[in-house]
């Protein structure tokens, strides 16, 4: 299962059925869970944890070190979830000391070919990452999320849940669960994400509710307070519509209108 010409360090903990490709190097301080896959020309530097059963291409680099001039050589790490697919010539860094020390991928993402992650940004599941999108530092990425071909998303923003960022579409400021962003130099909304929705099983009740609540926090001339008012009267009756609520609550940076 390990290729002759691989270079693994003496300290890297492999689980049970990992495959490590030729040539590729496995630094200190890496642990592989069991069943994982990893491609030639693939180089692992540590402190990195991987889960169970990811595929990771050949040409890929995790756990280099954060792109980052405040990073002073602290201790930081990358943690990869189960199932992950990494393919060719991706990048995943590590994280910074006043970032949280932690990048990190969840479970059952798609991390297509030329994507960045930078340092200390958080990553749920079943998020696709499709050919060169890449995330700047402290970036928070909810599940489910779809990010188009050649779109960025810029430090410390959070896109929520559901989202779909649209090809080559540059995202300046936070973006609401359910919300499609669309290209126009920067993203801009375009309606909710509802085709995706379908797909993953909500009722024409559920999306009916999102809709309400995007046209009023998009299309009713309302300013954010007045529109946050009426949201959390929609709220009462949408579990979907108080997780946008909450994510108005904890946005950091403007809110994408």
């Given at each position: 299962?390990?290729?002759?010409?691989?270079?693994?360090d003496?300290?890297?903990?492999?689980?049970?059925?990992?495959?490590?490709?030729?040539?590729?190097?496995?630094?200190?301080?890496?642990?592989?869970?069991?069943?994982?896959?990893?491609?030639?020309?693939?180089?692992?530097?540590?402190?990195?944890?991987?889960?169970?059963?990811?595929?990771?291409a050949?040409?890929?680099?995790?756990?280099?070190?954060?792109?980052?001039?405040?990073?002073?050589?602290?201790?930081?790490?990358?943690?990869?979830?189960?199932?992950?697919?990494?393919?060719?010539?991706?990048?995943?860094?590590?994280?910074?000391?006043?970032?949280?020390?932690?990048?990190r991928?969840?479970?059952?993402?798609?991390?297509?070919?030329?994507v960045?992650?930078?340092h200390?940004?958080?990553?749920?599941?079943?998020?696709?990452?499709?050919?060169?999108?890449?995330?700047?530092?402290?970036?928070?990425?909810?599940?489910?999320?779809?990010?188009?071909?050649?779109?960025?998303?810029?430090?410390?923003?959070?896109?929520?849940?559901?989202?779909?960022?649209?090809?080559?579409?540059?995202?300046?400021?936070?973006?609401?669960?359910?919300?499609?962003?669309?290209?126009?130099?920067?993203?801009?909304?375009?309606?909710?994400n509802?085709?995706?929705?379908?797909?993953?099983?909500?009722?024409?009740?559920?999306?009916?509710?999102?809709?309400?609540?995007?046209?009023?926090?998009?299309?009713?001339?309302?300013?954010?307070?007045?529109?946050?008012?009426?949201?959390?009267?929609?709220?009462?009756?949408?579990?979907?519509?108080?997780?946008?609520?909450?994510?108005?609550?904890?946005?950091?940076r403007?809110?994408?209108?």
């Open positions: 299962m390990i290729h002759p010409t691989a270079l693994i003496p300290s890297a903990v492999l689980g049970s059925n990992v495959s490590v490709g030729a040539y590729s190097v496995i630094g200190a301080e890496v642990e592989i869970g069991d069943g994982t896959v990893v491609g030639p020309h693939v180089v692992i530097e540590g402190p990195t944890r991987i889960g169970r059963d990811n595929r990771i050949q040409f890929a680099s995790l756990g280099g070190a954060p792109q980052d001039k405040k990073w002073q050589g602290e201790r930081t790490e990358l943690v990869i979830g189960d199932r992950n697919l990494i393919r060719e010539f991706t990048t995943l860094n590590r994280g910074t000391g006043d970032g949280g020390g932690v990048t991928l969840g479970n059952d993402n798609w991390v297509l070919a030329y960045h992650v930078a200390d940004c958080q990553i749920g599941n079943n998020v696709v990452f499709s050919n060169y999108s890449a995330l700047a530092g402290h970036v928070t990425i909810g599940d489910w999320t779809i990010l188009s071909g050649y779109s960025g998303v810029h430090q410390f923003c959070k896109v929520g849940a559901h989202a779909f960022i649209g090809m080559g579409c540059l995202v300046g400021h936070d973006v609401p669960p359910f919300v499609m962003m669309a290209n126009e130099q920067q993203g801009r909304p375009r309606g909710i509802s085709e995706g929705l379908k797909r993953r099983g909500f009722d024409a009740t559920r999306i009916a509710a999102i809709k309400r609540a995007y046209r009023t926090l998009y299309m009713a001339g309302l300013s954010l307070p007045e529109a946050r008012e009426k949201l959390v009267e929609q709220a009462r009756e949408s579990d979907d519509v108080r997780a946008m609520l909450e994510f108005l609550d904890h946005s950091e403007a809110l994408a209108r």
